[in-house]
C-alpha cells in the first residue's frame, strides 16, 4: 500500500507501508466508530440523566454516590435539573473532546502517519483533557449535590466533596498519560529537527 505524502508537520520516515499499516488501517478505523457511537451516547446519557422518570431520582443518587436515605434531600424541580445538567455537562464535554482528539490520530493512523509530532501533540491534548475530567468530574459532583440542595435546612443540605476510588485512579490515570505523552512530544520533537538537519 503506497504511502500518502504527509503534510508538512510530519516528519520523514513517519510512514508505515505492507500488512504493518493494513491491520493499523482496520483496527482504526473501528475505533474510530467506536468512538463516534461512544460520544454520541455520552451526550444521550447526559441529557438522559436529567430527564423526569420514574427511576430518576435513584440514577441521581447513584451518579453522585450519595446514600439513598438523602435522595429525598435533593431538588427536583425543572429548575434545579437545568443547573444539574448544566453542572454534570462540563465533564462530559471534555470527555467528548478527548475522544475528537483520539478520532483525528486514528485517522492519521488510516493514513499510514502513527510516529509524528502532531499526533504526539495529539496525546498530549488527550492526557490534559482526561486529566481535566479527573479534576472535573468529581467537583461536578459536590457542586451538584451542593445546588439541589442548597434551598434546604442546615441538616438536610449537603456540603462534602463527593471523591471515591474511581475518581481518584482516572486522575492518576490523566496524569500519568499526560507526563508520558509530554516525553513523548518532546521526544518527537527532537527527532524531527535532526531528520530536517540532516
Keep these: 500500500m503506497p504511502c500518502p505524502s504527509p503534510p508538512p508537520e510530519w516528519p520523514p520516515?513517519?510512514?508505515?507501508?505492507?500488512?504493518?499499516?493494513?491491520?493499523?488501517?482496520?483496527?482504526?478505523?473501528?475505533?474510530?466508530?467506536?468512538f463516534l457511537l461512544v460520544s454520541i451516547l455520552l451526550a444521550i446519557g447526559s441529557i438522559g440523566l436529567w430527564l423526569p422518570s420514574s427511576e430518576f431520582l435513584p440514577d441521581l443518587t447513584t451518579y453522585l454516590d450519595l446514600p439513598a436515605e438523602q435522595a429525598h434531600w435533593l431538588n427536583t424541580s425543572p429548575l434545579y435539573r437545568l443547573v444539574g445538567f448544566v453542572i454534570t455537562l462540563v465533564p462530559a464535554l471534555l470527555l467528548i473532546r478527548s475522544i475528537n482528539h483520539a478520532r483525528h490520530m486514528l485517522d492519521s493512523f488510516r493514513h499510514g502517519h502513527v510516529l509524528t509530532l502532531l499526533n504526539a501533540m495529539r496525546l498530549r491534548s488527550i492526557a490534559s483533557l482526561v486529566t481535566g475530567f479527573g479534576i472535573a468530574f468529581p467537583l461536578s459532583k459536590t457542586l451538584t449535590a451542593l445546588?439541589?440542595?442548597?434551598?434546604?435546612?442546615?441538616?438536610?443540605?449537603?456540603?462534602?466533596?463527593?471523591?471515591n476510588l474511581s475518581d481518584i485512579m482516572l486522575l492518576s490515570l490523566g496524569v500519568f498519560m499526560w507526563v508520558l505523552s509530554w516525553v513523548m512530544v518532546e521526544a518527537a520533537r527532537v527527532g524531527e529537527e535532526n531528520s530536517r538537519f540532516v
Design 13 to 34: 520516515n513517519a510512514c508505515l507501508t505492507g500488512s504493518s499499516q493494513q491491520t493499523i488501517t482496520h483496527v482504526a478505523t473501528w475505533a474510530r466508530w467506536f
Design 147 to 163: 445546588a439541589l440542595t442548597a434551598t434546604n435546612p442546615p441538616e438536610r443540605q449537603i456540603h462534602i466533596i463527593i471523591l
